[in-house]
């Protein structure tokens, strides 16, 4: 089983629709869980941190399930420029070290 | 603005040549620095941690002789792919976190992408 785990789509959805990913990790012992964007062939960036209690930033929600071991983000009312890579990255664990999963490509259509 | 730098952004060479990339950080000091690689659709892998002051900690599977890394001063890390071969082409990232590591917010150079011919 892969540390990080995620769908890897790609997700094709019409302008203003709401699509989920989950990403799955295999370490029960990891403390920090994170989203990462990354567009075509430029380098990732922070999307948002995923704390226990579920967090919210405009659109966007992360879910963290320490029991079932999966964090979540969804994403509302999508545009076009929402179209990337989605990349779960898990952090903490046994030996401190940042895993990132594949990646899950989401293209918004109009 | 970018608050981490990478240089190139693309470099083509021979098979048997040395390539060396530049990452620093701008506006902080870094006195630890990740480089990862990234090829077509994959995730980004770790390649080598880079400690400022002391050899960098390279993992499993990764050349250190191949693969070198200075750290010179708490703004500037360099990986230099030596006698470079057409399996090392590949899009390289350096990141760096502005806080604790542990925070997850690495931000990232604007990568460098290599072409071995």
């Known amino acids: 089983r892969k540390e990080v785990e995620q769908d890897p789509g790609p997700f094709n959805v019409p302008e203003g629709a709401t699509v989920a990913f989950n990403c799955t990790y295999s370490?029960?012992?990891?403390?920090?869980f994170f989203w990462y964007r990354q567009d075509c062939r430029k380098e990732p960036k922070l999307l948002m941190s995923?704390?226990?209690?579920?967090n919210e930033d405009g659109r966007f929600t992360a879910q963290l399930n320490r029991a079932s071991q999966y964090i979540s983000l969804l994403i509302r009312d999508s545009k076009l420029s929402d179209s990337a890579t989605y990349l779960c990255?898990?952090?903490?664990?046994?030996?401190?070290?940042?895993?990132w999963g594949l990646g899950t490509s989401l293209a918004v259509n109009p | 603005g970018a608050v981490v730098s990478q240089h190139p952004s693309w470099v083509i060479c021979k098979s048997g040549t040395s390539v060396k990339i530049e990452c620093r950080s701008l506006?902080?000091?870094?006195?630890?620095m990740f480089w990862y690689r990234q090829f077509p659709k994959q995730s980004l892998m770790l390649m080598a941690t880079?400690?400022?002051?002391?050899?960098?900690?390279?993992e499993q599977g990764v050349e250190k002789d191949k693969f070198l890394i200075n750290h010179a001063s708490l703004t500037l890390s360099t990986l230099t792919v030596t006698s470079a071969h057409p399996e090392d082409s590949s899009f390289y990232i350096c990141?760096?976190?502005?806080?604790?590591?542990?925070?997850?917010?690495?931000?990232f150079g604007e990568g460098s992408r290599l072409t071995v011919l």
């Open positions: 990141s760096a976190p502005k806080t604790g590591w542990e925070s997850g917010e690495l931000f």
């Open positions: 506006d902080f000091q870094a006195t630890t």
């Open positions: 995923v704390y226990s209690s579920g």
């Open positions: 990255v898990v952090g903490g664990g046994n030996n401190r070290k940042l895993i």
């Open positions: 880079s400690n400022e002051g002391s050899k960098a900690t390279y």
């Open positions: 370490n029960s012992a990891s403390q920090s």
